[in-house]
């Protein structure tokens, strides 16, 4: 068993699921969807783009590129956020909220793109 | 090859996770941390003000306690994270700087920024393998003439010295093995603008190597390729390896030339030297036994061109078993009297001290100028650095192989035809058919440097010739001699040969009518060239040459001329 591979294993799927369980409820609805949920997504998202520098291999440059696509979606959803918080006068609304929730959708296909990909090249290895 | 970001993000990987843990840390501290606002009431941080927060402490930037201030609580987290955050970042710098200064990262940086220069030459360029004394002559030599040149040497050091070299231009260079293709390739090999190969390593099997890659990779590009040994030169000429320069024959059939033919040798060096001699040092008494201290690769050469010719030979060397046969033979060094007596240095005309160290070789002439005043003497230089030394040791002849290998092969570069010229005079004309030759050099060019270039009589090259011929005028070799600025005056300068159909006349007379396809070389000052370069390509300039008015002007003036004519 390789800990690295664990590591990196970890924090791919990680970021699956963190950016799923913000993803799931109803679209314009508030409640359904935690900021602590999607912080940890960008948190482990950014740190999983991190692990993926360096690999030369094709599989690995594609594995960076969909990592990059799904923290830029989750930076503009958390972006989203915080404009309608903060600077417009309306607050958090149900149209804000949806679109929040539609730019992490994004960055979840991402996400589950990198997994495939994972379990592609684990598939690919032979002992 | 453009990877060298993704290098500098591998090596930071750790420092860059550290970072972005040790902010989301203090991010969610601060938001999960209760503070009270300027009313008293419970307030918590969200993620955008703590974001705005740690972002300016981490900095150390510190904008205060912002929006309220803070109660004891966050302080304490404040006084955590304020640690945590400049310790992430001083680690996250101190790596970046490591990297950067990291010599496999340099050395990575430093290929590159060749590969890339290579790529911004938009002139021709010559590619030197080796930047030894004799490469480092020859780009000196190809700078000067406004030549490029693009520099592969294994050592370092040497790739070091090109940046303090005092070159008018800068000229690319890379550390690294030519022997491989990639190398080669990195260095401009394929790129249109590479006008020729010069392998010019120390190392036979490394010019081997960089000639066969060039003539498969590239077989169009010229490669000028030195060697040291007889299986490399029939190797290399057995795949068309263009100009093979063996630097201890080369320089042997110059020091023979030098002795047995003073005359046709003096011409030899006005032709290729840009220091040419003058012309009363051309040596007489050459008659009788010479002397030769130090028989290895060279003295094998030089008694291979001193073969067949009216001198005895005597050497001298440390090991006996390099000589065969009957030679007269004297172990040692040569730099003590006991050795030079042995070798009868008093009855001797000349010496030649041929070691491939300065100071024996100094210190042999200095010995036997004592023994025999009247000694000729000839030494070898291995080190230009060593040039004063040499030049005050009172010496009759200083060879100086590097330098005339390098010279060898700008004649080569500057016209191919100066080769053919020099072969045919070497072997087919005499010492006073040379003497007069000189002469004539010698009130054409003085003490300046006598260059040397041809013409080839097509479109491209002579266009306004090419017209005059179309025309049915016939030209005559005299008309390039004018001076455009005054025709009265002549041009400093003198054709060497006319080559027509692969035949070779030397010293056309001035009156040789010219036919399309005609080569012909030049020898004269380089202000002479420019001035017949007017000649040759335009065709206005050509017509005031020949006195041909109506030819004169654009169009509009010789349509007004025709006019004034009818009317």
């Known amino acids: ?127 | 090859m453009n990877h060298i970001l993704f290098v500098l993000l591998r090596r930071l990987r750790a420092p860059l996770i550290t970072v972005i843990v040790v902010y989301a840390i203090s991010i969610l501290g601060f938001v999960l941390i209760p503070g009270v606002d300027d009313q008293g009431k419970l307030w918590r941080m969200d993620f955008f003000h703590a974001f705005y927060f740690v972002s300016f402490m981490g900095s150390t930037i510190g904008f205060g306690e912002i929006p309220y201030a803070f109660t004891d609580a966050q302080r304490m987290w404040t006084l955590v994270t304020i640690y945590a955050t400049v310790v992430s970042w001083l680690y996250g710098i101190g790596k970046m700087l490591a990297t950067f200064q990291d010599q496999a990262f340099i050395r990575l940086m430093k290929r590159l920024s060749f590969v890339r220069d290579v790529k911004r030459l938009r002139e021709p360029f010559y590619l030197v393998c080796g930047y030894g004394m004799t490469g480092s002559r020859v780009v000196e030599q190809l700078n000067k003439r406004g030549i490029s040149a693009v520099i592969i040497d294994i050592d370092q050091g040497r790739i070091d010295a090109l940046e303090t070299d005092d070159l008018d231009f800068n000229v690319p260079g890379l550390s690294a093995d030519a022997a491989e293709p990639d190398v080669l390739s990195e260095a401009g090999l394929e790129s249109p603008y590479c006008v020729g190969v010069l392998p010019l390593t120390d190392r036979d099997s490394v010019n081997l190597a960089i000639a066969i890659a060039s003539k498969l990779l590239a077989p169009d590009r010229p490669v000028i390729c030195r060697t040291e040994s007889e299986i490399t030169t029939a190797n290399l000429a057995s795949f068309g390896t263009d100009h093979i320069i063996d630097p201890f024959v080369t320089f042997a059939e110059y020091l023979a030339l030098a002795l047995h033919a003073p005359y046709k040798h003096l011409a030899y060096d006005w032709l290729t030297n840009p220091e040419h001699r003058s012309i009363t040092s051309a040596y007489q008494e050459t008659r009788g036994r010479w002397v030769i201290c130090g028989y290895g690769r060279f003295g094998r050469a030089l008694y291979q061109a001193f073969k067949g010719m009216p001198v005895e030979l005597t050497i001298i060397d440390m090991e006996p078993m390099s000589v065969a046969g009957d030679i007269d033979f004297v172990e040692g060094l040569g730099t003590e009297a006991v050795t030079l007596e042995q070798a009868r240095i008093k009855g001797a005309v000349g010496l030649i001290a041929g070691t491939d160290d300065d100071a024996n070789n100094l210190s042999i002439i200095m010995t036997a100028l004592e023994l025999n005043p009247k000694l000729m003497t000839v030494v070898r230089q291995n080190r230009s650095t060593n040039a004063r030394v040499f030049a005050a040791a009172n010496t009759d002849l200083v060879m100086e192989p590097s330098r005339i290998i390098a010279n060898n092969i700008m004649s080569l570069i500057k016209t191919s035809l100066l080769g053919d010229f020099l072969d045919e005079m070497v072997h087919c004309k005499d010492d006073v058919w040379a003497h007069t030759l000189v002469n004539r050099m010698s009130s054409v060019a003085g003490d300046q440097e006598l260059d040397s270039w041809a013409f080839t009589l097509n479109k491209s090259e002579t266009p306004a010739l090419d017209r005059a011929i179309e025309e049915g005028k016939a030209p005559t070799l005299n008309l390039f001699l004018k001076d455009p600025r005054g025709l009265d005056r002549q041009l400093s300068a003198f054709p060497l040969m006319l080559k027509r159909q692969g035949k070779i006349k030397l010293l056309p007379g001035e009156l040789t009518e010219l036919l399309p396809g005609d080569s012909i070389l030049f020898c004269g000052l380089t202000e002479a060239q420019y001035q017949m370069q007017w000649t040759v390509a335009n065709f206005n300039v050509f017509s005031h040459v020949i006195g041909d008015p109506d030819g004169q002007g654009g169009w509009l003036a010789r349509w007004y001329r025709q006019r004034k004519k009818h009317s």
Do not use: C
């Open chain 1, 1 to 127: 068993m390789n800990r690295e591979k664990v590591i990196f294993a970890f924090f791919i799927v990680l970021a699956l699921t963190l950016n799923f369980g913000f993803f799931i409820g109803d679209t314009a609805n508030p409640d359904h969807h935690n900021i602590y949920e999607l912080y940890a997504a960008i948190v482990v998202s950014l740190i999983a783009t991190v692990l993926k520098f360096g690999d030369r291999t094709h599989i690995g440059a594609v594995l960076l590129a969909t990592s990059l696509v799904a923290d830029l979606q989750l930076v503009a959803a958390s972006i989203v956020w915080g404009i309608a918080e903060h600077v417009t006068v309306g607050g958090m609304t149900g149209p804000v909220m949806a679109s929040v929730v539609s730019l992490s959708a994004g960055a979840v296909l991402a996400n589950i793109t990198s997994v495939i990909l994972l379990m592609v090249e684990t598939i690919l290895i032979r002992r």
